[in-house]
């Protein structure tokens, strides 16, 4: 019996082996698209428009061009069901939708592996503010477009320099996570240089998607957006005008700090290192802030000679050894925020019968070793803000990297900031339940050399210790912003009271003094002297 | 002028083309290891040892047997400075940590991949409910500890009917995302068949924990846990004794349905398959509730032929065409719930002195075509739920797949549906802040056969509209039994003060009888008569 039950153990064992086996990032995200953002049609038609213009934006940064973006969005007459759950169908219309910029462009043979391969880009290791990150985004979109409409991707490219266009119909080959390319040739193309992608989805058309477009606005007032929409069969045109004909100087590239590197990245590059023949070189190459001479010190305190051989090291030495000697924190104008000027400019636009509008930027700082910037702003009163901010008359505006963060607010660390301020202390006052009396809408920004996101598909801000106090003091900033606002409208408020008050009683006024003087007398000239 | 900016702009292509690479998930999730819950110390330990004891509890079910699991938490003196910023230094002390079970152990030659590897398992792409499901979480906390405390990890496995035990120490080539495996050895070990996994990793020990380890209880009453904890020198022992013998049937795997699976999942199962000759026999043996008889139907009205070859289906068309056939659900008895009775006993174990613990177990139903079921429970009042409750005097214990959810509750749809429910509406009534007048700690648990979650870290569960509303009616039938209990006790409440009040006057009454007899009259018995 006991030989028995080892026996039943033993084949579990066995059968579980033979179940194992490796998946590919394509694989996994491919059963879990709604962790990327793709859970229902109209979020995933923001989406796959986020992903789309967050490359074009970061495609003419590179290129230090004012970005004009072309987005088109046609609903067509296919109706996908996308799935039933006892008896109830859950349907969704084919929307086709195109961005087109005028960007640098992806050279030919890099056009297949961006768009058709998961995790492949030029931004994942690389310390350096943009939009794009992670080399998933929009390779993603096209997972989805495949799973459901099973229609292949589009891409038009023409780079500066070329004679043609290059256009490529793709679709991702799951299993080996590589692109699968159905054709690919030449065309003229009128652009000098841009990118127009063209991806296919089953989508839902709805007021956030423009509310986006917007928001887009704040994080690139340089950008000219044209949006054409076809829902229903009936056509229109959003269209948003650049505010300034500025280019914002593009971020740098900045190498890693000792102060925040983790052992175990160090030892890697040391030992996969090519081009360095001593820890001496290795140091003051690779890291930020780190002089030959500095690096001698540190190897001094770790006790290792100076011309070791990179793969020699041993990191955790030389991190604590790093922690003795004062370096210099890493440079900070590797970013390029928004601007306080902007924010307000922006904020203006968007609401323009607002009764306050005011913004603060922090200066850039670190969060482990990598640098930040932190900028807010506020809107108060008026019937637009009243209708963005919604029944609870307060809403946050949050961006990363200059782009709007369009879902899953809750956990993210600029939101949560905003909600631990305790703001009627700066003058907003607010009702039994905790809401504010007037409406109002927040905007909290970082930018970073890489935005700590919570998640894959990028929805929310981590709650970095150093990000938060930024936020923290950021908001309060504002705040006494604010309240310089509120307590000037309440002198005025209660000034006109006055006014009003003493109007009230200057006809008896009048008349007394009448009485005392014996004559009629007219006090009109008398109050407009005392009042203006 | 026009032709430098184009070689500009040119230039700037071809470095981007030069920058991109691909990259693996050990590398993308090795600089993004917050997504996967190791932020900070504290948040690490809890992390690491949910991996680790997710897997424990899968193995012992894998082979129908009682879970005995020993862990092992051990503060060593080893300092590690996580990061500085600003001279502002964070540091964690490294600790062992070691947990052991009585599961079906790994097969040798699988222990490497399995720890070493990220997006390797036997569960990816099971439709079968288990703890572990991803690939991914082990591997995770075997990626935090190389990156920090740089030590490898190290596998103890024996499988039934071995003579001897294993022993791996790995580590895990990142840039290969494959282990390295630094010693292999076989050797003797007393346990007849089981795992035990080691690792040190900077950490922070929390209350939470403890918390976590009770949690625990309520999704596993046939698991015994033994945690052994030495911090700052002083050993402690927590042990949690099973309050059933009888293992949880194993849940059974299930296939796709019909009506839930994507159109580009179908196409692409049909083009790889190598075990059908024909879509008839394709559909019948791979999907869910599909005869022979039905596939032909189905491809009767798709107007595809029954003998094609599977490689030429049309997915789109298939599944149109078997939304026209009335395809029986999917068979909910793939599922293994806790049981109501074994969350109310968790509950009174939890909470000995609470005034009322109630539970509801809902009926299976399918959202996607994955069968869930839903469970809730909840402890009012006393000492134990006013401390796990905390100053806003409500807590939501949140259970998927029998194991607790320590972090990122609060876009959780388990945390959503609970704070939509009116409960002042089933007697639990609230202050002036909106928080109840009597401690209270709510359980929600969901188990299926896939748990989408929001995130690879799987912290919290998406929002799917059939999971909300089965959770809202578990929670409602919930709330009835709430306000019977509720009722029933201010109908006490209201009899006592009303005895009180009558007692008050009694000697004056019986004063007055005396009075009126004309001698001393003792009215206690007709009084105790009166109201028992």
Not at 5 to 17: K, M, Y
Not at 91 to 97: D, G, P, Q, T
Not at 355 to 382: C, L, M
Request: charged share 30%.
């Amino acid at each position: 019996m006991e030989e028995k039950r080892l026996q039943e153990l033993q084949r579990a064992a066995e059968q579980e082996a033979m179940r194992m086996r490796e998946a590919n990032p394509a694989e996994y995200f491919e059963r879990n698209l709604h962790q990327l953002g793709y859970s229902d049609p109209e979020r995933a038609l923001i989406q796959t428009l986020k992903e789309m213009i967050d490359n074009s934006l970061d495609a003419t940064e590179a290129g230090g061009v004012l970005p004009e973006i072309l987005v088109s969005i046609e609903e067509t007459d296919k109706v996908i069901t996308l799935s039933s759950s006892m008896g109830k169908d859950r349907k969704a219309k084919v929307f086709r939708v195109a961005v087109e910029d005028n960007g640098i462009g992806i050279m030919p043979d890099r056009i297949a592996p961006s768009f058709g391969k998961i995790l492949y880009g030029s931004k994942l290791f690389s310390l350096r503010q943009s939009r794009g990150q992670q080399g998933i985004g929009i390779s993603a979109a096209i997972l989805y477009s495949q799973l459901t409409s099973l229609e292949p991707a589009e891409i038009l490219s023409r780079v500066a320099g070329s004679s043609r266009a290059c256009r490529v119909v793709l679709k991702i080959d799951v299993e080996k996570n590589e692109p699968v390319v159905i054709s690919n040739e030449e065309l003229d193309w009128d652009k000098p240089h841009g990118l127009r992608v063209t991806i296919s989805i089953p989508a839902r058309y709805s007021d956030r998607l423009d509310r986006y477009f917007k928001e887009l606005a704040i994080g690139n007032p340089h950008m000219s957006l044209v949006v054409k929409k076809t829902l229903e069969g009936s056509t229109s045109e959003l269209r948003i005008e650049r505010t300034t004909d500025q280019v914002p100087p593009q971020p740098k590239e900045m190498k890693p700090h000792l102060y925040s590197v983790d052992p175990g990245i160090m030892q890697r590059m040391a030992e996969v290192d090519n081009c360095c023949r001593t820890l001496v070189s290795f140091l003051s190459k690779h890291f930020t802030m780190v002089s030959p001479q500095t690096a001698r010190r540190i190897l001094n305190l770790a006790k290792l000679p100076p011309n070791l051989r990179p793969e020699h090291i041993k990191a955790d030495r030389v991190l604590e050894a790093a922690k003795l000697v004062k370096l210099m924190r890493p440079r900070l104008d590797v970013l390029s925020p928004i601007g306080e000027e902007n924010i307000t400019r922006a904020l203006r636009e968007l609401f323009p019968d607002s009764e306050f509008v005011a913004s603060v930027s922090r200066p850039p700082w670190t969060y482990k070793g990598i640098p930040f910037q932190v900028e807010v702003g506020v809107a108060i009163g008026g019937q637009a803000v009243s209708e963005y901010a919604g029944p609870r008359r307060m809403s946050v505006i949050r961006l990363a990297n200059r782009v709007p963060l369009p879902y899953d607010s809750s956990d993210c660390v600029i939101h949560r900031t905003v909600e631990e301020i305790d703001w009627p202390n700066y003058g907003l006052s607010t009702d039994d339940r905790g809401q504010p009396r007037v409406a109002v809408v927040f905007v909290g920004s970082i930018v970073a050399s890489k935005v700590p996101y919570t998640s894959p598909g990028k929805f929310s801000v981590a709650a970095s210790e150093e990000i938060r106090d930024e936020l923290k003091l950021a908001f309060q900033e504002l705040g006494r912003k604010m309240r310089v606002y509120f307590s000037k409208k309440m002198k005025e408020e209660s000034e006109a009271k006055r006014f009003e008050f003493f109007k009230s009683y200057y006809d008896l006024l009048a008349e007394e003094v009448a009485h005392i003087c014996g004559e009629p007398l007219d006090v009109t000239p008398v109050v407009s002297k005392l009042f203006g």
